[in-house]
């Protein structure tokens, strides 16, 4: 009888399980398999801590289910719409295991869960621009929320935060208008106090809130020219990993439109640190640095993840790009700067910004006389995603 498996052999398999179905799965065959989780969650065994992501795509419309992939098995997943938001104001938390939607209050929703965090009013001078902000939630309970804006006649970018620390009673706003034009996307992160913005490509405006300090300008070394060894800049990331603030910047070969380069050679991902010091500077890091770690890019959060615990090789970045008429997750390789196609993304995703979701199921002890009820309940729902919004 499969129910009569060794624990210690349940375990083993548990482990190995990084894909979140079929961790669900396994713990809802029959009593035995389920409360394996518990036996490796009290300590007889390091269980599952890392599963792999999924894509959470924008809602376009009020009513629109919250939609998530995984494009590593190519499936599908829906979630009840969420309350009272437009899509747009998503608060990521900083390691990707967490997504909110920020509602007037102001509070955080759980669109999952539907908890919420009530959050202290904001101040009568935070006045968001054209669209309501997005944010980062940070290990520590910091929350950054911020709002970019680019006038339409001159070029000019404004930025505005507000940022919530521990313990703090009410929001640090910081707001700049920069001279220097900028057409792109912004990268913001918070970091050892400070919040870092970029202004163009090639130039960082270091801001220290609560303080009489000037900002700090933190330019690119001459390594990373605007055009790089033939491709340019397209899009930039900023995440922490191990301590380190890094940048990673994704850039697209010259040629790629015209059709007339190989798509193994079309990316090119470049990855600096910032060296915090009395003068800051991005610094190079080598891809063989890289080789234990997988980077997921995307937005407003990005993170890096140790390739253990994925159960997978290391040195790996994950981002979406749009082609003509096509969306799709590629993968870029830092040891020999190749990018392959890992997926072509189906119809719900095509946009350029999503974001990155860890799942986290919940294992809870059931009774015995609950499994039955529990196990029809888990295999209708397997079937009904895969009837309705299978890959």
Wanted: some cysteine; hydrophobic content about 35%.
């Amino acid at each position: 009888m499969w129910s009569d498996l060794p624990p210690d052999l349940l375990g083993d398999i548990s482990v190995c399980l990084h894909d979140v179905a079929d961790f669900v799965r396994f713990h809802a065959v029959c009593k035995p398999w389920r409360e394996s989780h518990q036996r490796l969650s009290s300590g007889k065994k390091t269980t599952t801590d890392q599963f792999l992501p999924w894509l959470l795509a924008r809602n376009k419309k009020h009513d629109d289910p919250l939609k998530f992939r995984c494009v590593f098995s190519k499936s599908t997943y829906l979630a009840p719409p969420p309350e009272s938001c437009t899509g747009k104001n998503w608060v990521a938390s900083a390691d990707g295991t967490a997504v909110r939607y920020l509602t007037v209050g102001p509070a955080l929703h759980d669109p999952l869960t539907g908890d919420v965090t009530r959050l202290p009013p904001f101040n009568d001078d935070i006045k968001w621009a054209e669209e309501n902000p997005s944010g980062i939630i940070y290990n520590d309970g910091t929350v950054l929320l911020y709002s970019t804006y680019t006038r339409r006649y001159d070029g000019t970018p404004e930025f505005k935060a507000a940022l919530l620390r521990p313990g703090d009673g009410e929001w640090t706003v910081v707001q700049r208008t920069f001279e220097s034009p900028y057409y792109g996307m912004f990268c913001i992160a918070y970091h050892s106090g400070k919040i870092l913005v970029t202004i163009e490509p090639k130039l960082w405006h270091v801001v220290t809130p609560s303080s009489d300090d000037e900002d700090v300008l933190v330019r690119m070394p001459s390594s990373m020219p605007l055009k790089y060894g033939g491709h340019y800049y397209v899009y930039g990331h900023v995440l922490e990993s191990c301590g380190e603030l890094l940048w990673a910047s994704v850039h697209l070969r010259t040629d790629f439109w015209r059709g007339t380069c190989d798509l193994s050679r079309a990316f090119l991902v470049v990855v600096h640190a910032l060296e915090e010091a009395l003068d800051p500077r991005w610094v190079l890091k080598k891809g063989i640095s890289l080789a234990n770690l997988v980077l997921f890019l995307g937005w407003p959060n990005s993170f890096s993840v140790e390739a253990s615990r994925l159960g997978m090789n290391g040195g790996f970045a994950y981002f979406k790009w749009h082609g003509q008429n096509e969306y799709g997750v590629y993968r870029y390789n830092f040891i020999d700067n190749t990018t392959e196609l890992v997926e072509s993304l189906p119809q719900g995703w095509h946009s350029e910004r999503c974001t990155w979701l860890v799942p986290q199921p919940t294992i809870a002890p059931l009774h015995q006389g609950h499994l039955a009820t529990a196990a029809r309940r888990n295999s209708n729902m397997i079937r009904s995603e895969k009837r309705c919004c299978g890959p």
